[in-house]
């Protein structure tokens, strides 16, 4: 692995499992203890991957659903710990990983602010001085003085997104941001995502979208059940994903409406 100055991610021979535990009778699991069955099973979610970031690249992480990117954004961003392997990381890391994460349900929104720009590794000076144009990025008008447990999935992200995207980062790190949001405001994430590129941060963007990924980033990488199935080149990696060749599909819509991402 080549490390510098300028490298801002290693993640290095990373494998993360988890236990499914399935559900089970009471009689199954008498069954299972007496014959000595396992009832729970471990399975890989982030399989040996490794790959080196420079600082100011922008990744697209793409893969199907389950293939691993949440996991992997989380070892990133050092929520989940790796079992084996290893994730160095350059500097602050702000993000969207999880919308509704970092957030108390009985606090207002406005109190949430100053408690996530906390979380996040804002002083109480800064978040006050980047307060106003936190809400009206968010754009979530009397809401905001009301408890965050009410809120609606897209009313979380803004406000995440919000906070997130207004901390002074080297690494920014989106998932799951663009799904839940209305059109207007995946637009507006967009731009701000473009701008945080343009500063020179980090950006690691789990998405479905090849436009936006088009649009957005300089590699791709693919997951595919937990196992790193592509590194490189925007427009291979998402050749890459097609992946049956010989099926049907539909010709892709690749404009400003292809917004979508990570559900
Ligand atoms: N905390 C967890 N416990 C057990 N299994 C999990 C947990 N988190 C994710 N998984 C499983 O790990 C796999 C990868 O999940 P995830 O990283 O969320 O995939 P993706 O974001 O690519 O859709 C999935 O099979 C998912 O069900
Ligand atoms: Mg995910």
Redesign the pocket.
């Known amino acids: 692995m080549s490390h510098s100055a300028s490298t801002s991610i290693v993640v290095d021979g990373v494998t993360k499992y988890?236990?499914?535990r399935y559900q089970r009778t009471l009689k199954q699991m008498t069954v299972a203890a007496v014959k000595g069955r396992e009832i729970t099973d471990t399975f890989k979610?982030v399989d040996d991957v490794s790959f080196t970031v420079e600082q100011g690249e922008s990744i697209g992480l793409m893969?199907?659903?389950?293939?691993?990117?949440?996991?992997?954004l989380k070892l990133v961003n050092g929520i989940m710990r790796p079992d084996s392997g290893k994730v160095l990381t350059r500097g602050r890391i702000a993000g969207l990983i999880a919308t509704g994460a970092g957030f108390h349900p009985q606090l207002t929104g406005r109190e949430n602010v100053f408690l996530n720009a906390a979380v996040l590794g804002m002083t109480e000076a800064e978040t006050r001085r980047k307060f106003d144009e936190i809400v009206e990025f968010a754009d979530i008008g009397r809401f905001l003085d009301t408890p965050v447990g009410n809120y609606s999935s897209g009313m979380f992200a803004r406000l995440g997104f919000a906070v997130a995207v207004h901390v002074d980062s080297d690494i920014f790190l989106a998932?799951e941001v663009l799904a839940v949001g209305d059109k207007p405001f995946k637009k507006k994430c967009l731009a701000r995502m473009q701008e945080v590129r343009a500063e020179g941060r980090t950006l690691f963007y789990?998405s479905h979208a090849a436009g936006s990924v088009r649009k957005m980033c300089d590699r791709v990488i693919v997951?595919e059940q937990?196992r790193l199935g592509f590194d490189g080149d925007v427009n291979e990696g998402i050749k890459y994903l097609k992946y049956d060749p010989d099926e049907d599909m539909p010709p892709e819509v690749d404009d400003d409406e292809d917004l979508g991402a990570?559900i």
Not at 63 to 72: E, P, V
Request: no cysteine.
């Open positions: 988890f236990t499914l979610a893969g199907l659903n389950g293939s691993g990117k949440s996991t992997l998932d789990v997951l937990g990570d």
